[in-house]
Each structure stands twice: as C-alpha cells, then as structure tokens.
C-alpha cells in the first residue's frame, strides 16, 4: 500500500493518461454491452417463424418482423420492403443494409483497439520517467538514508508498467470480445439473407409457372 501511495502521489502525472484509458475502456465496454444485450435475438427461433410467415405474404413476414425488435428485426423487415420492390436487386440492397447494421455493431470498437495499442507505451513512458527521476535523486543523495527513497521510486516504476498492461489486456479481451458478437450478427444476417433468397426464388418459379397457363387461355382465343 505504501508503494501505491508514493506512486499516486509522486507520478499522478504518468499514470493519469492510463487511469483516463481505464475509465473510457469501461465506459466504452458498458455502452456496447448494454447495446448488445438490447438488441439479441435468438435468429434459431425466428427463422422458422418468419419462413412460414413469408409463405403466407410479404406482410405477415414484415409483421413477425417487427415483433422480433432489436436489430435482427430492423435487418429482416428491411430485407422484406427489398425482396417486394426491388426484386431484381435484392443481393446487393440487402448487403447494404447488412454493412449500415454491422458498422451500427462496430461503433466504438476502434477505440478499445487504440487503447489496447496506447497503454502498454504509456506503462513504459511512466517507467523510464519514473527511473530518470529516480537516478536524478540518486546523483544528488547518498548513503543507506536515501536507499528506501530509491527503492520506493523502482517499485513506482513499475507500478506504471503494470498499470499500463492491465488496462491493454482487459481493452484486448473486451475488444475480441465484442469483435466476436459482431461476427455472430453477421452469421445472424447471412441466415436472414439465405431466408430471403430462398423466398425470391419460389416466387420467380410460381411466376414462371403460371405464364403458361396465362398464355394458353390467350393462345385459344385467337383461335
């Protein structure tokens, strides 16, 4: 504890930089946590209502959709306004929709990856103060009455360089973290993407059934 106090009171300097990353790391890690959280759904469960729902129309499809909420939901009713009026574009207007949803999930992450990157520079530029500060003390003391003074400022040292390291490995961890989750939504919006494609087909092939059978009715009345 003592070291502590001598490192907070002598080189608050150093460590504010580290301290002010922790405290956005945390801020940053509840944000995304309490948005994740908000917008999960369990796309296992939602498939199977939304195919039989599409079977029956576009609208019944938008209004499951809109009952799911959250995120998935938004992508899947806008996936349906997609698939009835712009049929033959769905692919590349359903894949944007999807890149708009994932920059939505990556918001902030950028910052926990910079603060992973800082942290451990700033530990080291706390440490090589802290030691140049340290010998400063030591040209200008001597005998056994400066010793604990010097040892007290290596053990501050460090104590930045473990500052520094902690917060690098916590933003780290809840980077990939989060990086994780994000590539679970996109799995979620692929799933979506196959729903719908699979949805435009059997409507092009009930199409292309029923032209024939238009056109032979026609065809006997020219007769």
Not at 16 to 26: K, L
Not at 128 to 148: C, K
Request: aromatic residues 8%; proline residues 3%.
């Amino acid at each position: 504890m003592e070291l502590i106090r001598f490192a907070i009171v002598h080189d608050w300097a150093v460590l504010s930089p580290i301290i002010f990353c922790s405290v956005v790391a945390v801020a940053v890690a509840l944000e995304r946590w309490r948005f994740y959280r908000k917008n999960h759904r369990d796309v296992v469960e939602f498939i199977p209502v939304l195919q039989r729902a599409l079977q029956h129309s576009l609208d019944q499809g938008q209004i499951e959709s809109a009952k799911l909420g959250g995120l998935l939901g938004q992508v899947s009713e806008e996936g349906i306004y997609t698939l009835a009026k712009h049929k033959g574009n769905f692919e590349r207007s359903f894949d944007i929709t999807v890149s708009l949803a994932v920059r939505n999930l990556e918001r902030h992450l950028s910052i926990l990856g910079t603060i992973a990157t800082i942290s451990p520079y700033l530990g080291l530029f706390g440490t090589v103060v802290r030691i140049l500060l340290t010998f400063g003390e030591m040209s200008q003391t001597s005998g056994a009455v400066a010793a604990p003074q010097i040892m007290f400022g290596i053990g501050s040292a460090l104590i930045a360089t473990a500052c520094g390291l902690g917060v690098a490995i916590a933003a780290v961890a809840l980077n990939n973290y989060f990086h994780t989750l994000v590539s679970h939504y996109e799995e979620d919006f692929q799933l979506l993407k196959l729903v719908f494609l699979g949805e435009a087909e059997s409507r092009q092939a009930a199409m292309r059934a029923a032209a024939p059978a238009r056109a032979v009715p026609e065809a006997h009345g020219r007769m």
